[in-house]
């Protein structure tokens, strides 16, 4: 055994992180702490040529095509993700593992073969697409935030990695998460904290909050997170990302790291996150019909059905197409603030202008759908935690608040939250059950999702459209991004974990603004949780965060969540341009 | 609580059952026990008509197209049916639920309806179909053998039986299974034990012995079997038939009653059982393109794929066609008795007969794979079969001897066994586990499916067709049916639901013939339970039972492993008319 400390492997580990990174990408004038939104900071700091940014700025489906016709190669497009990449890392800490120089030397790769042969090696050739940090890369670390994982070499691909290179993809950095993967914000010993860069003093939720940040910051693509309660979706909502949730085994997870390994009945899924709906399609297209099952056992038997995404089980195209959306606007166990709400408000309008019906859908038991999946992961989590930090003596992080790293940053929050919020209590883990008490547990999941079914199937009379509601929508929080240490509620994601439900992020292009979004009077509260969560609102603090809503479709049904994801955000597109040209006319 | 003991309770259910029998279809002069092989006397006990042989004899796909077309009524049919499943139950005790006026009723509205219309319900109009007793129909008791189940009410078809009525088929009958489901062997407190039809000496195999028993005895055209270790496989094996073990979830299991539930890792499924792999497929396809996962929230969405059945991941039907299987002949865990190596010798010549390639599978971890599994189960089952037992004072059976019902055929049996066979040992249940000790088994299951998956793959070098091995074939048993109390070894079975093959058991057509199935030398035993098997093999206590081969595909690869299955099933039948015609020629 070494006789460091975990302090001195983290410090080791930090230098070599920054040492990756090339000089001439230093940001010659990083903004200051105290400049919240850095957005814009990419593209006006200098280190980025117009092209770059062109590139950066672009849709996937366009790069994709320009790529393929040799208009950009993929050495220019690498470099300009992995600088801007590189950019937003000075500006959010958003990366863990930076590999540039294999980055080019592929991308390098591929250029000479499109040359060689006019033609790409596959359907992502020469895009870059980051990691979330626990999916493999032979010869990359996966430390997944934990100490004790620092130095343990990665000799094969995932599943996942072997996909995306014979796709054409281009690795180039993997990105932050939090220790355990299981908060839904990121922070952790080694990489430390990853900060929103709408606004610096909000977190970018988590666990793959490194994506979230990043990509927000269009310093990736595509970004590949994991979500086992909303990993994926809260920080796609929290940084105004498009963020899809597939269904349980439909992406190949065999070959990556991951906690709680051996629960087997609510599962992390690997999933997209991009800018552009067009790149989530790109991605789920790409790996199912890579056929995955043929490398991981796990993963379902089921192709890229393009009569799903032709919405056939919904009246297909070739109808009229009007489809029946049911919005979910309090789940009965944290209202959401005024700003969700004004979200899913844009959202009814925008799809009734389009033609579609809309109407309410009321919670069914989602309290107990939320405990259930909690009980699951409970069962037995402590010990799994303790054994992966304990051989390294890093201790479990209990708390994701500022204190904990940035006391200073602490009290200014606190002060602009006010007396009358409280800090959430650091987090006690509950102790281990017997696997005959976690049967039951499974045993409960089961009959609540087979009522939610039926629940759901009862909407046939309530639609017009002669089938039940097509989608949900929903807030994905009870909240746009909240101060770091306060996202508690992951309940309007968590919800569909437990029912396996396909669920896709999408961004109204709103963001808080404290003129409309002002607080308002109390409600009637739900529980505790819901009190905290109303008295936790203050406009100017959450000021700029993104504004995001859920669609939630069936198991299993990528396609059609993607395609009914089109027409939602497509409708809220038109909407708003009417809106803003109305506004000129005034 | 009643006074009544369990006992009283299983007199009384054992009444109602014979009540449930229509006088006129009471044997005359049913054969005596030691009258062993009863396959022939359904035809020649004089109760059926020789219409009623002929509609019970024919194979399902001709049932179906006679229907359809009006030639036979579904009262006659069932009328048939259920008369010969009577007959069958007289014979070898393979039912516990008898509701023939219900069936007949629905037969008659059924008959209504097509005389009416001129048109079918749809694709399974008129065929009765049995199910296993844990399969719920609405107003029908499941107590799966448990007393303290007795006269609990069943308010709902489970999702199976609605698809199933709404398809057009007729429920008739359920069948008989063991005390828990987890014996390979039929037995409980309530309905006794069904024995094989072929040699009722012997087995049926379980848990789904009942329907082994009766569709061998041609009471039933489909039965419906459920399978978490080998319940459909053992049973078909057993007594002759076509038996599919479908993947995970592809069938709808939502609203049946069973074991073990919670356990969410490797589940039990339910299938197909036929004497006909015509009926195999007619059930699939129906049930597939019924949609079941939008009634049951755990079964996959993937309906029946017609370019799977026509083996496009196989070289496709138009190629040349030539596939490549490969034969598992010993497991290294238990080696085969004679006669079912003699199964496999046949399969071989056959497929090399029709051009097909076929090359030997060794076994990889077997042993670990089939240890993995049992711990799985072994978590919690004590606590669950107590727990389900324990409200009626009724004892936990701990061996399916035949001491524990017959003694006087058991020491027949233990004589003409020979003194160096031992009864097997009664079984202990282990203690359970704690949660986290049995993620850790579910985490060496993911790295054993994984490495499976590999080694299969691997075998794309040796097959000759550019693909690795299209399907595996292997013994469905290390035997054919054993006497009643030895059938202790499902390590054939068992492996493919550890690793999720899709796996069809199918029948040679032979049987155990003691002048050409002779006992073999010792070989060096694998170990102690291969010694044990080894010395059971006696020629002529084994006489007459079926010999069936197992063909394994890959997960949710139902549709492909039919249509290999009848390649193999086909080139077998071809290879025995050309033996037959060369043994008539000398």
Redesign the interface.
Same mark, same amino acid.
């Given at each position: 055994m070494s006789s460091k400390t975990w302090q001195d492997l983290v410090a080791q580990k930090r230098l070599h992180q920054a040492s990756c990174i090339p000089p001439a990408w230093v940001l010659p004038n990083p903004p200051p702490q105290d400049v919240l939104n850095v957005i814009g900071v990419p593209e006006t700091c200098g280190l980025l040529s117009s092209k770059e940014i062109e590139i950066t700025n672009a849709h996937v489906v366009d790069i994709l095509q320009k790529l393929a016709s040799g208009v950009w190669s993929a050495v220019e497009v690498t470099t300009a993700f992995a600088k801007r990449a590189v950019i937003a890392h000075q500006l959010v800490n958003c990366l863990t593992e930076i590999f540039i120089d294999r980055a080019l030397e592929r991308a390098a790769q591929l250029d000479k073969h499109f040359k060689e042969t006019g033609k790409v090696v596959g359907p992502l050739h020469g895009l870059p697409i980051s990691l979330k940090d626990q999916i493999n890369i032979k010869g990359i670390e996966s430390t997944m935030g934990y100490v004790s994982w620092i130095g343990r070499e990665v000799t094969k691909n995932s599943v996942l990695a072997d996909i995306l290179e014979q796709a054409g993809a281009v690795l180039y950095v993997k990105t932050n998460i939090p220790q355990t993967l299981m908060w839904p914000e990121t922070y952790n010993h080694i990489f430390g904290r990853t900060r929103n860069p709408h606004n610096r003093s909000l977190t970018s939720g988590g666990s793959s909050g490194g994506e979230g940040a990043l990509i927000a910051l269009k310093g990736s693509p595509i970004g590949v997170g994991s979500d086992i309660g909303g990993s994926i979706r809260i920080p796609s909502n929290f940084n105004g990302l498009y963020g899809l949730r597939p269904s349980f085994h439909r992406i190949p997870y &065999?070959g990556c790291v991951n906690s709680?390994? *051996?629960?087997?009945?609510v599962v992390s899924v690997l999933g997209p996150m991009a800018h552009s709906l067009d790149g989530i399609k790109a991605f789920m297209k790409t790996v199912a019909e890579a056929k995955p099952?043929?490398?991981?056992?796990?993963s %379902?038997? =089921?192709g890229w059905r393009e009569e799903e995404y032709g919405l056939a089980d919904h009246g297909g195209a070739g109808a009229d197409g009007k489809l029946c959306f049911a919005i979910l606007w309090d789940d009965e166990v944290v209202k959401p603030h005024p700003p969700v709400i004004r979200g899913l408000e844009l959202a009814r309008d925008a799809l009734r202008a389009a033609g579609h019906k809309v109407i309410d859908w009321k919670p069914y038991k989602h309290a107990e759908i939320f405990r259930n999946v909690d009980a699951i992961w409970g &069962? #037995?989590e402590k010990?799994?935690y303790t054994l992966a930090a304990s051989p390294a003596q890093e201790p479990l992080i209990s708390s994701m608040l500022l204190s904990i790293d940035d006391p200073e940053g602490f009290k200014a929050q606190m002060a602009l939250l006010g007396t009358s919020v409280a800090p959430p209590v650091f987090r006690e883990r509950p102790d *281990? %059950?017997? #696997?005959? &008490?976690?049967?039951?547990?499974? =045993?409960e999941r089961?009959v609540l999702?087979?009522e939610?079914?039926e629940y759901w199937?009862a909407t046939v009379g309530e639609t017009g459209t002669g089938r039940p509601v097509d989608a949900i929508l929903s807030p994905a929080a009870p909240y746009t991004a909240p101060p770091h240490g306060f996202n508690r509620n992951a309940n309007y994601t968590m919800i569909w974990n437990n029912?396996?439900y396909t669920a896709l992020i999408i961004p109204t292009g709103l963001t808080v603004d404290p003129s409309v979004d002002v607080k308002v009077p109390p409600h009637e509260f739900h529980n505790s949780a819901d009190k905290a969560n109303y008295e936790l609102y203050n406009p100017e603090v959450f000021k700029g965060g993104p504004i995001c809503i859920q669609l939630i479709g069936?198991?299993?049904?990528e396609e059609g969540v993607i395609a009914m994801g089109e027409i939602v955000d497509n409708a809220i597109k038109k909407k708003r341009a009417g809106s803003e040209k109305a506004n000129t006319k005034l």
């Open positions: &065999a709680l390994e *051996g629960e087997d009945s099952w043929l490398r991981d056992p796990v %379902v038997r =089921k &069962a #037995a010990e799994d *281990g %059950v017997s #696997a005959f &008490a976690l049967w039951q547990i499974h =045993k089961r999702r087979e939610y079914l199937n029912l396996d069936r198991t299993l049904e």
